[in-house]
């Protein structure tokens, strides 16, 4: 009954803790008291995927100055353990696109590692190089990408990301700027909203899905997660094309592969020589893409009319294949099973 329970260092930490202010709960008003247990609850229900592998590549072997990224912080798994391996000149910087994982991260980190002093940019990963120009920042040297969507996202059904919790079409990362997922199955055609369904979904109904929505949307608005739900149910029959087509929203919705495509452009441009870029991604449209991105800085710039290596390549796989978790970890955290973590090194 209770073998996939996982107590890690950090939880036993946060339970201490929050044992602690137990005991001490007479010295602090209520409001105090559950404000703090909120922030460590974080740390015992949530294991970071890849965590020990993604620890081993960061970690420095020697005392410079470093300057490390979290592109997707979310709401701080990684970030939280990899704040005990930064020296005091480190510098850790973390982007998120939601203003309020950022916020909610950086309480919960600070509740359980002190003294640390990250920059927080509120910004898409896809503004890398633009944000840390603003901060004199000229390189990095390791920087992370977990492409998992926040559980937040998911838990909270008024941001239109789950499938079990009933709210507004919205699947928007940030919401303060563009448009809604029901705003967007409404201005697009049923051809482009098959193409979608099919390119960022691998959903083989996608045009009878597309056209069931064409014909619903003519009757009534579709603004609420449920009634996209019930609309992709009855045109395909098939219980996980709900996921799928959810998935394809939201990729297309918030332009995520177009991100991902100009944040690596970017870091790869960024990345200091001996050091790595680590991609966590868990499915297979998201492994594809990292897989080509790498591919193309990997090769060699070779001359057309020689044939010979003109330019060789400036960087190199760490690993031949992609690490991806033990029987051990998949057993602790079942939803590390589809993780994949490709990482590139610059070598020159």
Known sequence: MYKNIYISENKVCSIRMIFLLTIQKKRLNS???FAHIFLLLPSILHDPVLLESVLDIFRKSDTKKHIVVDATLGLGW???????????NDIFIWLDRDKENLEKAEKYIKSVQENINPILIHSSFGNLKQELTIRNI????????DLWVSSVHYDEGERGFSLRSDGPLDMRFDRSTGRTASEMIHMMDVRELSK???????EKKSWFIAQAIGKAREIKKIETTFELIEIIENSSFDKKSP??????????????????EDSLSQAMELLSVGWKIA????????DRLIKNIFTKYLEDTIDEITGQIR????????????IIPTDTEVEKNPRSRSAKMRVIERIS
């Not at 990684?78 to 005091?88: D, N, R, W, Y």
């Not at 000229?138 to 990408?145: E, N």
């Not at 979608?196 to 691998?202: A, M, R």
């Not at 996921?243 to 991902?260: M, P």
């Open 31 to 33: 409001v105090e008291f």
């Open 78 to 88: 990684h970030a939280s353990e990899m704040c005990k391996t930064l020296g005091k």
């Open 138 to 145: 000229d390189h990095i040297d390791f920087i992370l990408y």
């Open 196 to 202: 979608i369904f099919t390119l960022y979904g691998e």
């Open 243 to 260: 996921l799928r087509v959810f998935q394809a929203i939201r990729i297309a919705l918030n332009e995520e592969f177009k991100h991902i």
């Open 279 to 286: 991609v966590i991604t868990f499915h297979s449209v998201e």
């Open 311 to 322: 330019i060789k390549s400036h960087y190199k796989k760490y690993t031949k294949k992609p």
